[in-house]
Structures are given as C-alpha cells and as structure tokens.
C-alpha cells in the first residue's frame, strides 16, 4: 500500500499514477492511501483516482483508492436477465440522481461489512464525491458522481439504489443498497435495468468492481489489471452523459425487454481469469482487509516511511 503525502502537486500526482497502474504497488497490493479531510485538494484526489482506474472509498477514515488486480466489468447490452427478474420488473420504475441524499442514508443504514452501521461510505467521502462536481475542467475532466434509484411504481418507495459514477463512457458501480426482506429480487431488478439503460445511452463498458457471486451471474467477467487500465484509458475521453429516463423510459419491464432472457443452464462463468472458489475468494479479502488496518495503524504512528509514493 503506498501513502500519497499532502506535500505531492496533483501535476506530479497525474504523472506517478499511470506508471503504478502499469507497475503495480510496491508490495504488490491494490490500495493507494491519503487524507480525507483536505477540502477541495480530497474531491481533486477523487478525480484523479477515478481517471486513472481506481475506485475511491474510505477507511479508518482515510482516502482509499482500490486498483483491482482482477476487476469484473461488463458491456452493458451484454447484461444477463433471468426470467424471474423480467417477472418482478413489472412493479418498478428507474431513475438516475433524483434522489442522492436518500440513497446515501439507505447504503449507511443497510449496508455493511460485518455489522449494521460498517459501512465504508462514510458522510466525509461522500462530501468528497460531491466536492467532484464543483472542481474546474482541469481535475474534474469527464467525471460525474451519481446516484442511481429504483422504485416502486404503486407506492413511490425507494427500494433499491446504488452510488456510482461516470468517466468517459465507463459507468462504475461503488456500492449500493436493497430492501431486501419487503422486496425481494429488486436489487437484481435495479442492476438489470441499469444495465440496459447504460447500453441505451451508449456506453461502452460497467465497471462491477470485485468478483462476487451476483456479478458474475449479472454477465460479468474477470479482467486484469492491465487490460482494465487499456480499457480505461480508450473509453475515458468519450464524455456521455448518464441523464435520467424521462416518462415511460424509466420502466424497468421496457428497459428490461432490450435485454435478451438468458436460460439458467447457460449462466455459467464468463470467459476471463479462472474463477477462485467462494471460499478463497473470501479468505483473500480477509487478508487485504488485514493488511488495511495493519497499514492504517503505521500511518498513524507515524511509520509510513517506506509506503511513501515519493521512494
């Protein structure tokens, strides 16, 4: 893990993160780490991850900024529908940043690691998103956080949403929330319909993050480092806007029926890296988390000396 210290420019900044994206971290590992509480320079930071292929997130809080060593994406008119979601399409509608306050407190309230009110989007990296929008042309580029709403038609609940972003003609998924236990499948039914309304927009690729069961079965495959930084890289200056559906486009069933029903038999593993078992894949987020806490607790104490981006 390496520290970006508040002396580095964001000039030198822009210029360091290409050669780690193509490098790799000193030790091999997946998170670059700074101070959340610096004002407009952590939105700036933000963005500047963002267009170089990291995912930002917090933790202890800090900045993080996650670069995958195998990242899932998906082009989107390639997402995968099941049968049971065209089914439970019909009660929901679909919206695109209409409703952000609200769906960040649903993430914080419902979503979490290990226990209610864990949740890595905090209200500081939040800001810190928000704060993205307000920065000039030079840091902010093609970049735009946004939230993403489902709702049911009949009694105008917000049942499921996410936090995501856009750069170029990628679309990032940062996590999200469901209401599982009252609606059951519409989190599926949310991500579905996302999938074909990005497609319908025109963009190129949807970024899922980490490998986890859902993703996979929503379509999604395993990619490198290296080939997600390419893809990155290609698909960043293509600015398309992610607008909200405006009257019936926003029906998940008619968002729903651009995708092709794809049979249970044939939801297998997309092509890409072998997939690990669960239970590996378990064992080695447990490691990094580890090795997060174990890194958080030297940087307090003032031993990041060779986790400096400047050695």
Known sequence: MARIPSSLSLEDLDQILPQIVDQGLPDGGEFVVANLNEGERTAALVAVLVWHGFLPMSGVGLLLGKLHINRCVLEPQKTHLGKKVRKRAKAFRL???????????????LTYTSAPGDCWLTDQVVKAYQGVEKLGPRWRRNIRFLSVELWHAETKELVAGEIGYTCGSVYSSCTGFTSKDQYPGAGTVQLAALGAWLAKQGFQLWDLGMEIDYKLELGGRMVPRAEWAQKVRELRTLAIPLETPLGDEGSAPKLLAMLR???????G???GPKRLPRKT???????????????????????EKDSSLLN
């Open 95 to 109: 919206t695109v940043n209409k409703a952000w306050p609200e769906v960040v407190r649903k993430i914080q309230e």
């Open 261 to 267: 029903e794809v049979p249970d038999d044939e939801r």
């Open 269 to 271: 593993d997309p092509p």
């Open 281 to 303: 894949i378990e064992l080695q987020h447990l490691e990094r988390c580890i090795e997060c806490i174990e890194f958080v607790v030297h940087f307090w104490r003032g031993k």
